[in-house]
Nanobody, 124 residues
């Protein structure tokens, strides 16, 4: 069974940090581009960051550039999203997804496999 499982979400104060993990089971991630998406209440889902299958190319949403870093460890079949300097507007459910493409695409359409999401809440 192909599955993606996110972890690492939680409640953090503004300015704090979290590291999200996306672990795959049932398939190997090294042939897949991975994306992190988020959806806040009442808002549409948006692509936060994505990484190519090799890890050599990454893309970021403008509002998270310089604060978030995506990385992957194909040996561990896991992708990470390091989130620093968190702001209240980063509050959302964060999802990871896998697309059978090598390119770092940050739109939802190519992604075939999705995790269940992890809640990130930034509040004082």
């Amino acid at each position: 069974q192909l599955q993606l499982v996110e972890s690492g979400g939680g409640l953090v104060q503004p300015g704090g940090s979290l590291r999200l993990s996306c672990a795959a089971s049932g398939f190997t991630l090294d042939l897949y581009a991975i994306g992190w998406f988020r959806q806040a209440p009442g808002k549409e889902r948006e692509g936060v960051s994505c990484i190519s299958s090799s890890g050599g190319s990454t893309n970021y949403l403008d509002s998270v550039k310089g604060r978030f870093t995506i990385s992957r460890d194909n040996a561990k079949n896991t992708v990470y999203l390091q989130m620093n300097s968190l702001k209240p507007e980063d509050t959302a459910v964060y999802y990871c997804a896998a697309a059978a493409t090598v390119q770092a695409v940050c739109i939802a359409a190519p992604y075939d496999y999705w995790g269940q999401g992890t809640q990130v809440t930034v509040s004082s």
